[in-house]
T-cell receptor, first 114, second 110 residues
Framework: AQSVTQLDSQVPVFEEAPVELRCNYS??????LFWYVQYPNQGLQLLLK??????LVKGINGFEAEFNKSQTSFHLRKPSVHISDTAEYFC????????????FGPGTRLSVLP | NAGVTQTPKFQVLKTGQSMTLQCAQD?????MYWYRQDPGMGLRLIYY???????DKGEVPNGYNVSRLNKREFSLRLESAAPSQTSVYFC?????????FGSGTRLTVV
């Protein structure tokens, strides 16, 4: 069965510091990978996605992620965070056999401290 | 440019009561989904509809029913609400690997 692991449930970081949010997945088929962000009391917004091609993917708000097939990882990074990046971040996976259905990780709460 | 609209935004039910959560999208997407979000568990798929006229169970369908009324609308019904159904419910629609989510319905069953 497919699954997504987000190793850190909470990540506190000071403003302007770099951050990495970790995501690992398990799947027996080729996958497509996504990061979504959820601000308080809102729905989920797409940050970035990997479908094919370059393994380094750039998204909105200065975030990027790198697909590593050998390590089955898709970690999210930002070189310098802002207070406004405080939110919950979800990694998700889907694939050809998923029927467009996503499997979501449990989420990582990023808290940016002044 | 509304995207995915969910109603209501908040609801409190007593155990045993029924209600329907409404979802509508204006992006002409074929696929629509209902998820529930619980702390520490991410989003779990309740039901989905790959196209108008079809519905399928997801990971946690027990206690729920759905109706794909037309291409735009996909409703979720709780026939007899239970406290275990206290959650935040999200509707989403998609066209080939691109989900758009609604803003959610926060449901409390007491």
């Amino acid at each position: 069965a497919q699954s997504v692991t987000q190793l850190d449930s909470q990540v506190p970081v000071f403003e302007e510091a770099p951050v990495e949010l970790r995501c690992n997945y398990s799947s027996s088929v080729s996958v497509y990978l996504f990061w979504y962000v959820q601000y308080p009391n809102q729905g989920l917004q797409l940050l970035l996605k990997y479908l094919s091609g370059s393994t380094l993917v750039k998204g909105i708000n200065g975030f990027e992620a790198e697909f590593n097939k050998s390590q089955t990882s898709f970690h999210l990074r930002k070189p310098s965070v802002h207070i406004s990046d405080t939110a919950e971040y979800f990694c998700a996976v889907t694939g050809f056999n998923y029927g467009q259905n996503f499997v979501f990780g449990p989420g990582t709460r990023l808290s940016v401290l002044p | 440019n509304a995207g995915v609209t969910q109603t209501p935004k908040f609801q409190v039910l007593k155990t045993g009561q029924s209600m329907t959560l409404q979802c509508a999208q204006d992006m002409n997407h074929n696929s629509m989904y209902w998820y529930r979000q619980d702390p520490g568990m991410g989003l779990r798929l309740i039901y989905y509809s790959a196209s108008e006229g079809t519905t399928d169970k997801g990971e946690v369908p027990n206690g729920y029913n759905v109706s794909r009324l037309n291409k735009r609308e996909f409703s979720l019904r709780l026939e007899s609400a239970a406290p275990s159904q206290t959650s935040v419910y999200f509707c989403a629609s998609s066209v080939v690997y691109g989900y758009t989510f609604g803003s959610g319905t926060r449901l409390t069953v007491v």
